[in-house]
Structure formats: structure tokens, C-alpha cells
């Protein structure tokens, strides 16, 4: 028998799957990480943190599955997208913490590029924005990884002599992963991965020459990018007990498109995670959003990109950790299904909107901070869970309002994530919504996204369409509220919302 490892290096966890070739799970393992918060908007993690995790549950799942770690054909990695590490060449010593996605630090180095105007290199007449959007399919704002970078190198090397002369190396997680498993023999990424950079061209599908000059980032730092089925070099049999090639990488919302099977124009997807990222296929066309959506690629095999249209949320799961860890109103996730029994989801004009670190997508303003409104003396707690669930579906709406409004309507949802193995959650989502909403047999699809990649590397699968007939329908939702009712929520909604931005303009 022949196995696939899967690795997913996550913002909250580190998790590790092996799949036998007919992808069924025959070991798993997961650790939780942590995440410090220096200073305001600062999220951080701890490299070694990071690394550590992935060879603990990578071996766990190893000794679950009970087989030898030759008979594994090939590695699979996901990850956090955004994350930015930066690290020596020679020693392979991490220079600072890795930045987490959601970190805000750059947003005052944000907003003066948004000012400028036409850089006196670039004579097309484009202002940054344009430039940026055009070039990267992004917009402005610190959830990238290049005004990160920028930050990095400034801290640890102002004049960018160590990263000219190949000192230092840059990478998303999935790149600081791949260098350490194979002790430094590879400086790689992959097309998904650099796609979110902010310095990656992804219609000429190379790096950007005037943008690596508008961050000032030298290209010495760069890794090489590669399709999301490559030969990203050999795991060291000191890891994990045997030489197995890695052969697959995507980032988490692109490996969880491939594990939900959306290979073809106008199929859409949810997860919901640490935050929650609507992806819908556009097939072999940039969609150039005019509501502040991401074009972003969903996947490139054998040299042929296939794109996706992208809404970001910063805060979903998170949210229900910081009820648990900061208020201490639940002690486990499971509970916040209680409460939204107990409440028949009316929170009687209790909402959240959980701007943590900002508001993504449509609004992009890193700013903006968390809301709780329309709270009385009768409000209690179970009205408050369920707001910060609610908060999700309604976020989720705006974002499926603002694809439509660009040309491509979510007629179907397949959602997937921790967050959805919650039946009322899923169908308060889907009345929502307003469209059907599609849960898998097996919800998580990230890491089987990045199995998937491996898998086809290995030649278990001929290509994307042998594997999508793995794909399994766990259950379906279909809207029930009435209109009315769905109206008189979004409303709700959308004046916590505008409170919410006006309070982070003031």
C-alpha cells in the first residue's frame, strides 16, 4: 500500500493526516499553537514553535497509521498564507518572529502608499493602487506579505546589504517549512503561496521588478516559485524516518478549493477557520474585482494557472477562542451550539461585528476595531454567543453581495472548517445567504487539499478530475427564513457595521 502525507501548518494549529491511495485517513495528529500580541494590531509566533509543531504531529500520525515511513510516496503542505519569516542563509537562524497575516503593523506604511502617486519609474501613468491591483490582483493593505517584509528588513537590515549579497532568505510558511525539512537544499514556494505576497505578478506568473522597488525588497531574498505539484526537494530521513518527497503545496484557502473539488469556473467555497475566505473559481481568467475582492491564483499545474476571485474575513473561528480564552463565557467551542439552541438564534438586537485586527473584505480598513451593540440590561450571555456566530454568516453575505456585484453570483456554497460542524450555524448561514449551502463528508478540506496536490505528484491520481470523485456530500442546507426576517437581520448588520467604521475614522 502506498501513503500521502499531509501537513497543514495553521494559524491556530499544526496538523498532520496520512492517506492511503484510495484517501481514506489512516492516521491523524494535531497540536495547537499560540499567537502574542506585543502591541496593538501585532500578531506574532515563534518560529521554532512553528517548525517543532509540524515534526511532532507529522511523526504522530506516522506512528498512528501504524506503517513504515517508506511506504509514504510523498509530502503535501499547507499553510497560513501572508505569514512572513525571514531568515540567515547560512545558519538557517530566524532573524525575528514570524509576522502572522492578520498583524497590522505596516498599516501607517499602508496608508502612505496609498497616497502616492505615480512612481517616477513607471511611465504608464499608474498610481501605486493601481499599479499593485493590476499587477498583484490585491489591494493595499497589511494583510500581505510585502509591507511585512518591508518592516522585517528595515528592522534587521536598514541598508539591505545582507539581503543583496543572499545573506537572507524570505519565505511564507510553506517556504520556511520546505527549507527545514530539507535542511536547507531548497528556497522554494509555490504559485498559490507567492501569489499573496504582493510582489508577485500573477498574470506573467514571476516576480515584479517595479514592485520589489516600490517595497524596496532585493530580489536575493526570493524564493524560487514553482507549480503547486513540483518537486519541492526531499523531507531528510532524520524527520520523519525515511527520504519522501515533497510534491505538493498550496496555501490554506487554495488547498481547501482543491479538497472541496472546485475545478471548474463559478464553483464556490467557504471555510471557516481562524478567519473565513470565500474562494470562487474563475477558471483561466483574472477576475478584476471593482468591489475590493482579491484576484488571486487558485492553482497552477503543469505551468497553466487557473485563477479565483477572493473575499477575506479576518475573524471566525477566533472569535469563539477569545470568548473562551478572554471572557471565559464558554469552556469549549461545542458550547456555542448550546447557545444558539437556547436562544432560537434572536438575539434581540444584540450584534458583533469582531474587527479584531480590522475589517477585510469589502471594507479593507485595518483600523477599524471590534463592536458589540444594541445591549440592554435583558441581553445575557447566550444572545452574545450566538451574535458572534451570527457575525460570520453576515460577513459571509457581504462578501457573496460583492461578488455578485462583480459578475460572478455564488448560486451553490460549499463550506467547510471547524466552524460548520455546527448544524445551526450552517443553516442560520444558508437562510442567510439565501442559497443552498453544501457540507462535505469530510469538512476538513484544507489538509486533504494539500494530500490531493501530493497525491498527483505521486501519480496516485492521473489530475484534478480523477480526484474529484472523491469528494463526498455530507448534508445539505437549503434557506427556510422568511425575507422578512432575513432583511430585518441584514439591516441590523449593516448599521453595526457603518458604527463600527466611523468609530475607526474618528
Given at each position: ?213 516600490l517595497f524596496n525588497v532585493p530580489a536575493a531574498v526570493l524564493p524560487r516559485v514553482l507549480d503547486c505539484v513540483a518537486d519541492f526537494g526531499t523531507a531528510d530521513p532524520e524527520w520523519f524516518g525515511a527520504a519522501i ?262
Open positions: 500500500m502506498t501513503y500521502i502525507l499531509a501537513l497543514d501548518q495553521g494559524t491556530s494549529s499544526s496538523r498532520a493526516l496520512v492517506y492511503d491511495a484510495t484517501g481514506s485517513v489512516v492516521g491523524s495528529a494535531q497540536q495547537s499553537i499560540e499567537s502574542t500580541y506585543p502591541n496593538d494590531g501585532w500578531v506574532e509566533q515563534d518560529p521554532d514553535m512553528i517548525w517543532s509543531s509540524i515534526l511532532t504531529v507529522g511523526r504522530q500520525a506516522i506512528a498512528a497509521a501504524n506503517i513504515e515511513p517508506a511506504a509514504i510516496a510523498g509530502i503535501g503542505i499547507t499553510n497560513q498564507r501572508e505569514t512572513t519569516l525571514l531568515w540567515e542563509r547560512e545558519t538557517s537562524r530566524t532573524l525575528y518572529n514570524a509576522i502572522v497575516w492578520q498583524d497590522r503593523r505596516s498599516a501607517a506604511y499602508c496608508e502612505d502608499l496609498a497616497a502616492q502617486g505615480c512612481p517616477p519609474e513607471q511611465t504608464d501613468g499608474q498610481d501605486v493602487a493601481t499599479l499593485i491591483q493590476q499587477t498583484t490582483g490585491l489591494i493595499i493593505d497589511p494583510y500581505f506579505s510585502s509591507t511585512k517584509l518591508a518592516w522585517l528588513l528595515d528592522e534587521v537590515d536598514p541598508d539591505r546589504s545582507r539581503a543583496q549579497s543572499g545573506e537572507l532568505c524570505f519565505g511564507t510558511v510553506d517556504s520556511f517549512l520546505v527549507w527545514h525539512l530539507t535542511k536547507g537544499a531548497h528556497h522554494v514556494t509555490d504559485a498559490t503561496n507567492a501569489s499573496r505576497t504582493q510582489l508577485f505578478d500573477i498574470a506573467q506568473q514571476s516576480w515584479s521588478d517595479p514592485l520589489l522597488e518527497p515533497i510534491l505538493g503545496i498550496a496555501g490554506d484557502q487554495q488547498a481547501a478549493l482543491i479538497g472541496q473539488a472546485c475545478f471548474t469556473a463559478g464553483m464556490s467555497k467557504s471555510t471557516y477557520g481562524t478567519g473565513c475566505f470565500v474562494m470562487t473559481h474563475t477558471g483561466d481568467a483574472i477576475s478584476r474585482s471593482s468591489q475590493q475582492l482579491l484576484s488571486t491564483v487558485a492553482y497552477r499545474i503543469d505551468g497553466k494557472p487557473s485563477y479565483a476571485l477572493e473575499g477575506s474575513i479576518f475573524v471566525a473561528g477566533v472569535a469563539i477562542q477569545w470568548l473562551r480564552d478572554q471572557l471565559g463565557l464558554i469552556e469549549h467551542a461545542a458550547e456555542t451550539a448550546d447557545a444558539f439552541a437556547r436562544t432560537k438564534g434572536e438575539t434581540n438586537g444584540v450584534y458583533v461585528v469582531p474587527a479584531f485586527t480590522g475589517l477585510g473584505a469589502p471594507h479593507w480598513q485595518p483600523q477599524a476595531r471590534g463592536l458589540i451593540s444594541g445591549l440592554t440590561l435583558d441581553s445575557d450571555k447566550d444572545q452574545i454567543i450566538t451574535a458572534f456566530l451570527q457575525s460570520v454568516a453576515f460577513q459571509t453575505r457581504t462578501l457573496l453581495d460583492a461578488m455578485a456585484a462583480d459578475g460572478a453570483p455564488v448560486t451553490t456554497l460549499r463550506v467547510d472548517g471547524g466552524m460548520v460542524v455546527n448544524e445551526a450555524f450552517c443553516q442560520f448561514l444558508c437562510d442567510v445567504l439565501d442559497v443552498p449551502v453544501q457540507r462535505p463528508a469530510d469538512v476538513e478540506t484544507t489538509v486533504r487539499g494539500a494530500g490531493v496536490l501530493a497525491a498527483i505528484g505521486a501519480g496516485l491520481f492521473a489530475d484534478l478530475a480523477e480526484a474529484a470523485a472523491l469528494w463526498q456530500l455530507g448534508q445539505d442546507f437549503a434557506p427556510a427564513m422568511p425575507r422578512e426576517q432575513r432583511q430585518r437581520l441584514l439591516k441590523g448588520y449593516k448599521q453595526a457595521v457603518a458604527q463600527t467604521l466611523a468609530a475607526g475614522q474618528s
